[in-house]
């Protein structure tokens, strides 16, 4: 059974830093996408960084420079760090990963495993 667990949200201030994690079981990352989105209420979810078949990463225009997505297999772990947090990055975060294949990892409908959500929370 495949399960993605977010960690790492909280409240914090602009121009401050989180890490969310997501830890991966029942998963595997071969041929798959796997990355972060988020949502505010009334939007539609937003793709925010992305880790594709062949381990190229790529973000959304709105978190470029500032997030960095890494995977650390030994520990079945997606990170997500978030560097200059500003108010609107305040959201639902969930990490997702698609199956059995990927064509391209900014699809968000080619994700059908997601987690829970981890809520966070930018204060100016």
């Known amino acids: 059974q495949v399960q993605l667990v977010e960690s790492g949200g909280g409240s914090v201030q602009a121009g401050g830093s989180l890490r969310l994690s997501c830890t991966v079981s029942g998963y595997t990352y071969k041929g798959n996408c796997i990355g972060w989105f988020r949502q505010t209420p009334g939007k539609e979810r937003e793709g925010v960084a992305f880790?594709?078949?062949?381990?190229?990463?790529s973000y959304g225009w709105s978190v470029k420079g500032r997030f960095t997505i890494s995977r650390d297999n030994a520990k079945n772990t997606l990170y997500l760090q978030m560097n200059s947090l500003k108010p609107e990055d305040t959201a639902m975060y969930y990490c997702?990963?698609?199956?059995?294949?990927?064509?391209?990892?900014?699809?968000?409908?080619?994700?059908?495993?997601w987690g829970q959500g981890t809520q966070v929370t930018v204060s100016s």
């Open positions: 880790i594709d078949t062949d381990g190229n990463v």
């Open positions: 997702a990963g698609t199956y059995p294949y990927c064509y391209t990892a900014l699809d968000l409908y080619e994700y059908n495993y």
